[in-house]
């Protein structure tokens, strides 16, 4: 595709549902990334695959944020029992190899009520 | 704790006027310093990046200048257009060098005034 694409744009989820977003990136990119951008702030890393291999998840702020990438494109962030902390714009950016700039998605805007 | 610390928070330029924003870094291991620009509703986007070995780059408007021995780095904006009105960010690299992996500023939301 043209850009990274992330779906849904938005997402309203009641307090203790569970959510799962989806990234696809840049045809052939094999680097992609998760953020999390809070209202008025930075975004913050997330995690990292290079093709299907998860190598960082440092940033993942609990057991109940899960990502995956099972055939090294798709990428699905899934955040279990998600809590009122977890309403955010969760950012996928995709890039071509180690040392290449970095595309970021529109991002997928969770509202947990 | 915070690994780069940008300012001003908040920036209003007049048209036509140098918007000028920097950042402090904290890692000395950090050798890929960029900018992106943020639009309400949009992704990031890298607008101009630099690598330890040079003082300042320029690309069009934008101007990035580097100081290692104090541990900052700054972006310029020339003759700044409300087109430029966005949010800013700084960045240093999580994974310890490199331009993968992310850690952010918390942004300077400029204003350019017609």
């Known amino acids: 595709g043209a850009g990274v694409s992330q779906s849904p744009r938005y997402k309203v989820a009641k307090r203790g549902q569970d959510v799962a977003l989806r990234c696809d990136p840049i045809s052939g990119h094999v680097s992609l990334f998760w953020y999390q951008q809070a209202l008025g702030q930075g975004p913050e890393f997330l995690t990292y695959f290079q093709n299907e291999a998860q190598l960082d998840k440092s940033g993942l702020p609990s057991d109940r944020f899960f990502a995956e990438r099972p055939e090294g494109s798709v990428s699905t962030l899934k955040i279990q029992r998600t809590q009122q902390e977890d309403s955010a714009v969760y950012l996928c950016a995709s890039s071509l190899n180690l040392n290449t700039e970095a595309f970021f998605g529109q991002g997928t805007r969770l509202t947990v009520v | 704790q915070q690994q780069v610390k940008q300012s001003p928070q908040s920036l209003i330029v007049q048209k036509g006027g140098i918007s000028i924003i920097n950042c402090a870094y904290e890692?000395?291991?950090?050798?890929?310093f960029p900018w992106y620009q943020q639009f309400p509703g949009k992704g990031p986007a890298l607008l101009i990046a630099?690598?330890?070995?040079?003082s300042e780059k320029k690309e069009g408007r934008f101007t990035i200048s580097f100081n290692k021995s104090a541990k900052q780095f700054s972006l310029h904006i020339m003759d700044s257009q409300p087109g430029d009105s966005a949010t800013y960010f700084c960045a240093g690299p999580v994974l310890g060098g490199g331009a993968d992996g992310l850690t952010f500023g918390k942004g300077t939301h400029l204003i350019i005034q017609p």
């Open positions: 890692n000395t291991a950090f050798d890929y």
């Open positions: 630099i690598r330890p070995d040079v």
